[in-house]
């Protein structure tokens, strides 16, 4: 989207896997659904009197772009944000993410009376405060909520040489201050100053975390920065992949308020949302297998907000959902690609594996129960290496915490077991004949759960060392008002600096420190993403050094003992190894053989080839890594959807949809030269 219609981007795309299904139930659920029905109208409540307004998504999720173009945060679960797969432009910066907020009506009962927007004589006032505190708060070292399996490591203050608390608040807090937008079709040119969000760094440096605009009908829309990182400080390299000092970065994070006055004059407060702004999702078509949404949604269960799902569970709700997306990793991580080979499983994208996964015969249960065991278990304290998702875990500092390798919720697994039991309905369908494509064909009472939903759903649920959007404190209801709404914090220092002593430990985080607030608490702005790597590319980059290591004496790349296979961090967001455009052109070349075409396919190459150095001997070093990615991130590719074209010579063991690396640039620093000219274009 080029500053174009607000009611375009997500509303507008087509895919026959919209999570409608698991709308049906107002509990919160922690699986996804895919079966794709169309939504049919609910009647309107007999009580129509306004009790409450709320803000929605509660948690939404903006993402950082060089680009002045744009495109709308997804607003409908399972639907790819930019239907034609440019996250570039054409002159191959990346596209921003912009979360558009509303409004929702509720009556004492709680049900959804209506969309409150700035038409028929009603007024919204918004008000959003986003800060940027990473460089005021404590290093990362890792989870400090894993107790003895993986005892947290306490962190030291970031740029600690400033000791005064007034001088950091000045020196390294970013905070722009809160900014009010009202009106309809607000600054629809992002030129406006007045809305910009800009705070200080270092006491001399302005740094721009995004800005806000209003649409047609007064929905808020929230802008991220640039994806500027950048040392106040002269001859000041990155050494470390998640706290350098004297850096920063223009990821933020803050409350989004809205007072509303009515057409009959009645003014109301709405229940607060919050917002993140943080770093690109390079292979959006790919949901991570476990999200911040399953996260969270455990967090409702064990707070007692909601309930688990009832039996038998739907199979195209609770469990398919799950096979799909891990059958997926296989286009982002070659572990995922050749598991088959090391885990004795079958392949979760064939449809034949599919439909004896949806059997919930007895005479199946064996079946059933061998996959099911192929999952490591969140319960168990075993060390479960081998085991799916293979996966790093919170743990990873310490070889022998079952927390080393990556676990899913207890609640996702729960559900698996009862589907190894056999207490599910087989009501998959791999054909659906209706979709839903925008917002407005589901049901009125069941937006505000798709609007949450979408808003999450793309977002990583672990491992958490740190992660890649947002980190471990969210799995902590201490954090939350109710389901998914984050708490805002009326106890602290508006300077927003939260001073818990020298370090940052276990008992401080959850306990607080000499009258001070405990971190994993309500929030102020900026706390979400404080404990998130310092600049962001550094961490983005450390990922990858699950493939290899090449600095013996650094404690931030993970060495595997084992030539095969390698674990991953994060694949669905940060790609691993993938197949590149010039191999997927091969393979669409019906001047190869079958052969050919069939070896380009099976091929692939790293991600971050080239990032950590080019040309004749070059040091390819992990610290060269770190410090080239803050300027090459841009050149990143992005992984998207292809269909095959109609094609009689189709090699048979090609899939018709593959999911290819597009728009990589050149990682030659020194060109000027747009990375893509000169490449053989399609």
Same mark, same amino acid.
Request: include cysteine; aromatic fraction near 10%.
């Given at each position: ?10 509303? %507008? ?5 919209? =999570?409608? $299904?698991? /709308? ?7 699986? #996804?659904? @895919? +079966? ?109 909520? %894993? ?5 947290? =490591?306490? $962190?030291? /203050? ?7 608390? #007034?001088? @950091? +608040? ?132 064990? +707070? ?379």
């Amino acid at each position: 989207m080029s500053e174009n219609d607000p009611k375009s981007g997500a509303a %507008n795309i087509k895919r026959r896997d919209f =999570l409608a $299904g698991a /709308l049906l139930s107002p509990v919160v659920l922690p699986m #996804a659904a @895919r +079966a794709a029905v169309a939504r049919t109208a609910t009647a309107t409540p007999t009580d129509t009197t306004i009790a409450r307004l709320a803000i929605y998504p509660p948690l939404g999720i903006s993402r950082v772009g060089n680009s002045p173009d744009y495109f709308l945060a997804p607003e409908v679960p399972g639907l790819s944000p930019v239907p034609d797969g440019r996250y570039k432009d054409d002159s191959q910066k990346i596209k921003k993410q912009v979360q558009r907020f509303r409004i929702y009506a509720f009556n004492k009962a709680g049900e959804v009376i209506r969309e409150i927007t700035a038409t028929d004589g009603t007024t919204i006032e918004w008000t959003v405060h986003v800060a940027n505190t990473k460089a005021a708060w404590y290093g990362f070292n890792n989870p400090l909520d %894993n107790g003895d399996l993986a005892p947290g =490591l306490p $962190g030291q /203050l970031r740029n600690q040489s400033i000791t005064d608390d #007034a001088e @950091r +608040a000045r020196m390294l807090v970013i905070d722009p201050g809160a900014k009010k937008i009202s009106g309809v079709n607000t600054n629809t040119k992002g030129d406006k100053s007045d809305f910009d969000m800009v705070g200080r760094f270092w006491g001399k440096m302005n740094v721009k975390l995004g800005h806000l605009r209003t649409d047609e009908v007064g929905h808020l829309l929230v802008f991220p920065g640039d994806g500027v990182s950048d040392s106040a400080l002269p001859d000041n390299p990155i050494s470390n992949f998640s706290d350098n000092d004297g850096w920063y970065d223009d990821w933020c994070d803050g409350v989004v308020q809205a007072k509303v006055r009515l057409s009959d004059d009645t003014t109301m407060d709405a229940e607060n949302g919050w917002v993140a702004c943080c770093g690109p999702d390079f292979a959006p078509d790919i949901p991570p297998f476990i999200s911040l949404y399953d996260v969270m949604s455990d967090v409702n269960i064990e +707070a007692g907000w909601a309930q688990p799902p009832a039996l038998p569970l739907s199979f195209s709700k609770y469990i398919y959902p799950f096979f799909q997306r891990m059958a997926l990793m296989e286009w982002v991580a070659a572990a995922a690609n050749l598991q088959q080979g090391w885990m004795k499983i079958g392949n979760f994208s064939d449809p034949a594996y599919i439909a004896k996964l949806a059997n919930p015969s007895p005479e199946n249960k064996a079946f059933r129960q061998s996959v099911f065991e192929k999952f490591r278990d969140p319960n168990s304290n075993q060390i479960q290496q081998y085991a799916l998702p293979y996966m790093l875990g919170d743990g990873i500092n310490y070889n022998n915490s079952p927390v080393r390798w990556f676990r899913i919720p207890k609640q996702q697994y729960a559900l698996l077991q009862k589907w190894a039991e056999g207490q599910f309905v087989n009501d998959f369908n791999p054909n659906p004949k209706k979709e839903i494509t925008r917002l407005n064909q589901v049901s009125l009472p069941e937006q505000p759960e798709a609007l949450t939903r979408a808003a999450l759903e793309p977002c990583s649920g672990g491992a958490f060392h740190p992660g890649v959007e947002l980190t471990w404190p969210l799995r902590h209801k201490e954090l939350f008002r109710g389901p998914f709404r984050i708490a805002l914090a009326t106890n602290r220092n508006p300077n927003l600096i939260q001073n818990l002593g020298l370090l940052l430990t276990p008992d401080k985080a959850f306990g607080g420190h000499q009258g001070t607030a405990p971190a994993v608490a309500p929030q102020m702005p900026g706390d979400l993403t404080r404990w998130m790597g310092l600049p962001w590319q550094c961490d983005a980059f450390s990922c990858q050094q699950v493939n290899f290591s090449n600095s013996s004496n650094d404690d931030s790349s993970v060495d595997i003992s084992n030539d095969f296979p390698v674990a991953t961090w994060w694949p669905a967001l940060l790609p691993i190894d993938v197949l590149p455009q010039d191999f997927y052109l091969s393979v669409l070349n019906t001047g190869l053989s079958a052969a050919e075409r069939v070896k380009f396919f099976q091929n692939r190459v790293s991600w971050s080839r080239g990032v950590a150095g080019i040309g004749y001997h070059a040091n390819a070093s992990y610290t060269n890594g770190l410090n080239r990615m803050v300027y090459l991130w841009d050149r990143m590719g992005f992984v998207v959807k292809k269909t095959a074209p109609a094609d009689p010579s189709w090699p048979k063991e090609i899939p018709k949809v593959l999911y290819v690396e597009v728009d990589r640039g050149s990682m030659d620093l020194s060109t000027t030269t747009p990375p893509v000219r000169g490449l053989r274009r399609r």
